[in-house]
């Protein structure tokens, strides 16, 4: 029986696919309907037959599953931003656009992605200026990868590499892993697809990852809000990377200055 995994998705982690940005409809968001036997890992998704259900607005121009950042909202949590669930993992840019989209909802920008993790006063991690260890889950040691192991999905020989490297918190559990604004998780955890906020510097890289993940940062000491790692293409299927949807502010409460990207 296959085992059941929170959302974990289709391509080869090794890069097979070309840099290219790839028509939406070509990526499954929901990959675990996928059989195993399956291996045109682009086939795409049936339709959805209802739409899914629309959050209730609050009153600050944002659903209440979302945070009012300046301009903008932000999921409170990673993908499927619902707390006490685990974030979605091994996924690649074009699933969170895909996913976000169904929702009525986009990528974030890196800069929206910043904005929200320094909060207004701009602070070097989301919870303050000075480093907290186990505030957020960015300290696990890091599991040598199998990546052809990987890189078989949808078989049943790449979810069981990836559960054994899974190694993120159900979203919200560290009370101490929040932004000002209320946002969890933005450094720790999964590392999450943005929309790149300069011009790419070529063909398919239009997005990066912030945020790092469970094991850290690559030549970092600390997961922080500035770190960016830029040097994969939007296609790219790595075990640790997930997301969180962004979308425009419907109202602001008078007086309310704002202090992020549109």
Known sequence: MR?????????????????????????????????????????????????????????????????AVGAFCIDRYEAPNERGELPFALQTAYD????????????????????????PRARRYPYGDAYREDACNDDHDWIPVRWKALARWPRDVALDEATRLFQADMSGAR???????????????????????????????????????????????HASCAFTNGVHPGTFRTYEAGFRCCSKRLAQPAGTAVTSPP
């Open 3 to 67: 085992r059941a995994w929170p959302l974990l998705a289709l391509t080869a982690c090794g890069g097979s696919l070309p840099a290219t940005v790839p028509p939406h409809a070509d990526i499954p968001v929901e990959p675990l309907r996928v059989p195993a036997e399956a291996v045109d890992a682009r086939e795409p998704a049936a339709p959805r037959e209802t739409e899914p259900p629309v959050a209730p607005m609050g009153t600050d121009g944002c659903p209440r599953d979302m945070a």
């Open 96 to 119: 969170g656009e895909a996913w976000c989209s169904e929702r009525g909802k986009r990528l974030c920008s890196e800069d929206e992605w910043v904005r929200a993790c320094q909060g």
């Open 175 to 221: 009370a101490e892993c929040v932004s000002e604004e209320g946002v969890y998780d933005l450094t720790g955890n999964v590392a999450e697809w943005v929309r790149r906020s300069t011009p790419s510097p070529r063909t398919g890289y239009d997005h990066v990852l912030k945020g790092c993940y469970w094991a850290g940062c690559f030549k970092e000491p």
